[in-house]
T-cell receptor, first 118, second 112 residues
Framework: AAGVIQSPRHLIKEKRETATLKCYPI?????VYWYQQGPGQDPQFLIS???????DKGSIPDRFSAQQFSDYHSELNMSSLELGDSALYFC?????????????????FGNGTRLTVT | SQQGEEDPQALSIQEGENATMNCSYK?????LQWYRQNSGRGLVHLIL?????REKHSGRLRVTLDTSKKSSSLLITASRAADTASYFC????????????FGQGTELSVKP
């Protein structure tokens, strides 16, 4: 079965540079989530999209932005990179049963992009 | 953590023993989910328990949920070396768009 695809797998950038991470959700999934996981930390929610519209926002710095395109793939854009941005960035997708209703859908995670800022 | 505590933070056992991990959370939830993560890899969904359920089984996994105490436990029976990983609980809270809030995780080491 198709899984969530993230690219690139590894990315090395210098301070103040920009980075773009891509995510291809499982076909027919309507919701995409982005998470950041620092070393030894739990995943922290950044932002989500439902049917290509931003649906929720977490602890995402103003230097970061994201969007979901017409083909449902999503991109996380990160500018003015800082050393503290070094982390694993995960994308996940799910099929949400209905907006405003009960959600009982597991998230399917990609293998992540390891970003190293030097 | 955004959500709560997991304990223990690290657990080391021998193959064949049972492993129990606990999780506490802060908000009212739709469901609670457990995920497994091998080092540097993505999170893999293990089991989902709804807020109106008290116990759920899946193979060697047993999950309990106590909404009055806002806590859950994951039991892995007859552990194997391949179970070595980090285990996270995550809550899907009401009106939160399906996003999951993760606990700090338990690092399980199963020695052969």
């Amino acid at each position: 079965a198709a899984g969530v695809i993230q690219s690139p797998r590894h990315l090395i950038k210098e301070k103040r540079e920009t980075a773009t991470l891509k995510c291809y959700p499982i076909p027919r999934h309507d919701t995409v989530y982005w998470y950041q996981q620092g070393p030894g930390q739990d995943p922290q929610f950044l932002i989500s999209f439902y049917e290509k519209m931003q649906s929720d926002k977490g602890s995402i710095p103003d230097r970061f932005s994201a969007q979901q395109f017409s083909d449902y793939h999503s991109e996380l854009n990160m500018s003015s990179l800082e050393l503290g941005d070094s982390a694993l960035y995960f994308c996940a997708s799910s099929l949400v049963s209905s907006r405003g209703g009960l959600y009982n859908s597991p998230l399917h995670f990609g293998n992540g992009t390891r970003l190293t800022v030097t | 953590s955004q959500q709560g505590e997991e304990d223990p933070q690290a657990l080391s056992i021998q193959e064949g023993e049972n492993a129990t991990m606990n999780c506490s959370y802060k908000t009212s939830i739709n469901n609670l989910q457990w995920y497994r993560q091998n080092s540097g890899r993505g999170l893999v969904h293990l089991i989902l328990i709804r807020s109106n359920e008290r116990e759920k089984h899946s193979g060697r996994l047993r999950v309990t949920l106590d909404t009055s105490k806002k806590s859950s436990s994951l039991l892995i029976t007859a552990s194997r070396a391949a179970d070595t990983a980090s285990y996270f609980c995550a809550t899907d809270a009401y009106n939160q768009g399906g996003k999951l809030i993760f606990g700090q995780g338990t690092e399980l080491s199963v020695k052969p």
